[in-house]
């Protein structure tokens, strides 16, 4: 009799994954970002353990949107106090810092427990060309 095999948090090796995000669009890049911290794409991928690779987005500021979401979608911030909501336009957060609008959809994306944290650690993002990983990347 044959049994499905448990990856173990030891026994994992990542690997650095970059994805150029020039004229992709925004949506496809994050879905194909969260697969990857996730490890969805490994043949041993287990829901419980950590195994997915570290990702990094270089040339988050050049992405591409469908349909008019820059102008109508909003984020919203809230401190806990009455009255504090903000409301953040999308063109404004890609335009000031799109290296927090990417990790804000990732983690929507991702579990929301403290594997999902976890995960959402190995994402990198970069509004240029250059990354300080280069070490860390093989070939």
């Not at 949107?65 to 102008?71: A, I, P, Q, V």
């Not at 000031?96 to 650690?121: F, I, S, V």
Request: charged residues 25%; glycine residues 8%.
């Amino acid at each position: 009799m044959k049994f499905t095999q448990m990856a173990k948090a030891n026994e994992i090796n990542r690997d650095w994954i970059v994805i150029d995000a020039t004229d992709k669009v925004f949506g496809r890049i994050i879905t194909e970002a969260a697969s990857i911290l996730r490890g969805k794409n490994k043949p041993y991928f287990t829901p419980h353990v950590d195994c997915g690779d570290n990702v990094i987005i270089i040339n988050a500021s050049k992405a591409k949107f469908s349909g008019n979401k820059l102008e109508v979608k909003n984020y919203y911030t809230h401190s806990g106090y009455f009255g504090s909501t903000k409301t953040h336009k999308m063109s404004e957060m890609f335009e000031k810092n799109p290296e927090k609008l990417y990790k804000l959809a990732t983690r929507g994306m991702l579990p929301k427990t403290t594997l999902g944290k976890a995960m959402l650690k190995k994402l990198k993002v970069y509004a240029g060309a250059e990354h300080p990983h280069t070490a860390q990347i093989k070939g």
